[in-house]
């Protein structure tokens, strides 16, 4: 008996409809501008679709108009989206030239279950649904093709690298335009573009990818960022520490990383016949050097900070500029105390991070409590004592209360070890990325024999806050360049002050100027080059430094400069120390 063909529902004109339907017309445009191209998958995404090919050759971005226009053709024509149940081996049959199907095809039909194919003209897809009923239901000025990435199939690197094609979606043509206008912002604040025009960081594929290279200019940036949290940090009582880049194989074994997190991991290394890893986290390196005394009560709580760098294995296709690398510097730290500490302890590091977060102008963020989902037996399945869960929970929640700040639940994210409060943002392009964490850890306790002794003199476990104000310094430093756009605050600016000499004959002053503001601890840069003064400023200008001093002959005369600050353009002619009460340095 042949498979009844059926119509797609009316009810199916949702917006998430609208953008599966043109991924669906996208394979199709591609296919008839390239035949005998691999088809991977074409899902849905926040603001519309993509679809992933095998192609002949490289394309570029500007034959995405060709393709938007076939796609508009067949819109036009009010192509109907009829779906068919059929048997795997039917469809086996119907791909048999699309291997990425058939690959497909063999993972669903270990469901033992019928799958669904979609048509639209001439057009069949490998398909749950989802889609209009009707192109005519589709606004053809209301989408856009725009741009083109390379993806693994599967995020496997061992896979064939793809071609893959975005589109954005929307169900009128005002609410595309504003999504353009603001991508285009968003491109332009990007910290990958901020970081190579502004010479702060770099990659290079001899390194290898996900590895980033941080400039002068970076470093100094980052640099100042680590002072900041150091003094703050001591000024607080925590004792820093550091610890080595490798561990032995045994101690990932004893915290559970290699359970949890072996994919995550880079390969081991053999050394003298033992197996040592990179370390993923600080934590395993931290517990060893409480361990490594008896504690008593009236010495907690113990708080260990590192700067620590770590290594994680991200599939290729995840890795984006410093939001995600392979190898990070955690502002870390691990701080040992007793139950009743607990609340109070979550309480100050919450106040520390609304403290810092405004001192860096940081916001729109919000605060997850993230909890665990017990059904999840795979993660939380070797929890024993609920109990000290719901007590950890109980106390993240009243530290969230005690500052008075709103937060959102989120079951089933908790870490293997313990509730915790993640402080979430969303990047440039609408996606939410986690900037830092406090997570509570009943689990290392009796794994690493971390305990001390109570009034009683009784010996017992400790509790565990696991804490990164600013997350990774790496991270950070990429949400603060798109917060402000590269325009850093002047004294997180890696050069505060840029003097333009006019030529040869000012050398002496510009020099002076220098020196003066050197021994003011001002990071200052000098431009001698042979180049026009208009050059000059546009160029310091595009390197957003805050200030620029143009000396020329007339400065030279007055022993004044003629000071521009960022945003504001000419200032006229200072003295020095009219520009320093000024300016208010």
């Given amino acids: ?100 199907k058939l690959d497909l095809i063999k993972e669903f039909s270990k469901e033992k279950k019928n799958l669904t194919l979609y048509q639209s003209g001439n057009f069949i897809d490998l398909c749950r649904g989802g889609h209009v009923s009707n192109t005519k239901e589709i606004n053809p000025e209301a989408f856009k093709l725009i741009k083109i990435a390379g993806a693994y199939w599967r995020g496997d690197e061992k896979n064939p690298q793809l071609t893959r094609i975005y589109g954005a979606a929307f169900e009128n043509k005002n609410e595309l335009d504003e999504y353009v206008a603001r991508m285009k912002k968003a491109e332009e604040s990007d910290h990958r573009k901020l970081g190579e025009e502004l010479d702060l960081f770099m990659m290079d594929e001899d390194i290898g990818r996900g590895l980033p290279l941080w400039l002068p200019n970076g470093f100094t940036v980052r640099k100042i960022l680590e002072d900041y949290m150091f003094e703050l940090e001591r000024a607080q009582n925590y004792k820093h520490v550091f610890t080595p880049h490798i561990a032995k194989e045994a101690i990932y074994k004893k915290s559970g990383h290699l359970s949890h997190y072996k994919d995550d991991m880079y390969s081991p290394l053999i050394i003298d016949d033992e197996k040592y890893y990179l370390k993923p986290m600080n934590c395993p390196h931290h517990h060893v050097i409480y361990r490594r005394s008896k504690k008593s009560y009236r010495e907690l709580p113990l708080r260990l900070a590192e700067f620590g760098t770590v290594y994680r294995y991200e599939r290729s296709g995840v890795l984006s500029g410093l939001m995600r690398t392979r190898n990070f510097t955690q502002n870390d730290a691990h701080i040992y105390l007793t139950p009743n500490h607990l609340e109070t302890e979550l309480t100050k590091i919450l106040e520390m991070h609304k403290n810092v977060y405004t001192e860096f102008e940081m916001e729109n963020y919000w605060y997850r409590l993230s909890l665990p989902d017990f059904k999840k037996k795979e993660k939380f399945g070797d929890i024993k004592n609920k109990k000290m869960w719901a007590a950890g929970e109980k106390a993240l929640r009243g530290a969230l209360a005690n500052n008075g700040l709103d937060f959102v639940e989120g079951l089933g994210e908790a870490s293997f070890y313990g509730p915790k409060i993640d402080i979430q943002v969303k990047n440039l392009y609408g996606r939410e990325e986690t900037i830092a964490t406090v997570q509570v850890d009943f689990y290392s306790a009796g794994k690493f024999d971390l305990n001390y002794v109570d009034a009683s003199g009784k010996e017992v476990p400790v509790v565990i806050i696991h804490r990164a104000i600013l997350g990774s310094f790496d991270r950070f430093f990429a949400f603060l360049l798109e917060n402000t756009g590269g325009r850093l605050p002047f004294w997180l600016s890696p050069v505060q002050v840029k003097i333009l000499a006019v030529n040869d004959k000012v050398l002496e002053y510009a020099k002076e100027i220098e020196e003066y503001l050197l021994e003011k601890n001002i990071r200052v840069g000098l431009d001698l080059r042979n180049e026009t003064v208009g050059k000059k400023i546009r160029e310091g200008e595009l390197q957003k430094i805050p200030y620029l001093f143009v000396i020329g002959e007339k400065e030279v005369v007055a022993k004044k400069i003629a000071v521009r600050e960022r945003g504001k353009g000419d200032l006229g002619l200072k003295t020095i120390e009219e520009f320093f009460e000024l300016s208010k340095i």
């Fill in 1 to 100: 008996m042949k498979n009844k063909i059926k119509k797609a529902p009316l009810h199916n004109s949702s917006l998430e409809n609208i953008r599966h339907s043109l991924a669906h017309l996208l394979a199709s445009a591609v296919l008839k501008i390239f035949p005998k191209a691999k088809l991977g998958i074409g899902p849905v995404i926040e603001s519309g679709f993509y679809y992933d090919f095998l192609l002949p050759r490289p394309i570029s971005d500007n034959e995405l108009a060709k393709i938007e226009e076939l796609m508009r053709q067949e819109i036009k024509q009010d192509l109907e989206f009829r779906g068919k149940s059929v048997t795997a081996n039917n469809a086996k049959k119907t791909f048999k030239d699309q291997p990425f």
